[in-house]
Each structure stands twice: as structure tokens, then as C-alpha cells.
């Protein structure tokens, strides 16, 4: 694995792998809140899916995740099998 202060692309790649995983503790937290009625509704209405839409974004943030893993050459599988699992709901 290189280390982070090897380069700026390196160190770039560890601070992209940081933020997209805060990026996915808040797509947690968002999923975890109670939705009011008249936005499901609204929701609904729209044919929007907000469950949806944070799957398809997790499967990208954690794609992302593992390209920057495979750059700074760490082990990334378990975010494989979590990419893997995110496809297949």
C-alpha cells in the first residue's frame, strides 16, 4: 500500500476514499430518518423512489471507493462485496 504522503495524487486518492465514506455514513443517516407523509405522498405522486435513488448513489460513491483503493493499491474487498450487494438490491 502506498503511503499517504508518497504524492499529491496519492495523498488526494486517501482523501477521496475519507470523504466518500462520510459521504456514505450520511446517505445512512438520511435512510434512517422518518419521511413525513405529504412527501410520500408527493413521492409517490412523482413515481420518485428515495430509497432507489440512495442505492444507485451508494453504488457509485462506492465504486469510486474502490478505484482509489486499487490506485493507492489497498484492499478493497470488502467494498467489493458491498458494491455486489448494493447491485443486486
Not at 500500500?1 to 486518492?13: D, G, I, R
Not at 470523504?19 to 413521492?43: F, G, M
Not at 465504486?63 to 443486486?88: P, Q, R
Amino acid at each position: 500500500m502506498k503511503q499517504m504522503w508518497e504524492s499529491p495524487e496519492v495523498f488526494e486518492a486517501y482523501a477521496l476514499i475519507d470523504h466518500s465514506y462520510w459521504l456514505l455514513d450520511n446517505l445512512r443517516k438520511d435512510a434512517s430518518k422518518p419521511v413525513e407523509p405529504i412527501v410520500q405522498q408527493i413521492d409517490a405522486t412523482c413515481g420518485f423512489d428515495a430509497n432507489k435513488q440512495r442505492t444507485l448513489d451508494a453504488i457509485e460513491i462506492v465504486k469510486d471507493i474502490i478505484e482509489h483503493k486499487k490506485f493507492i493499491e489497498a484492499d478493497y474487498s470488502n467494498d467489493k462485496e458491498m458494491l455486489e450487494k448494493l447491485e443486486s438490491l
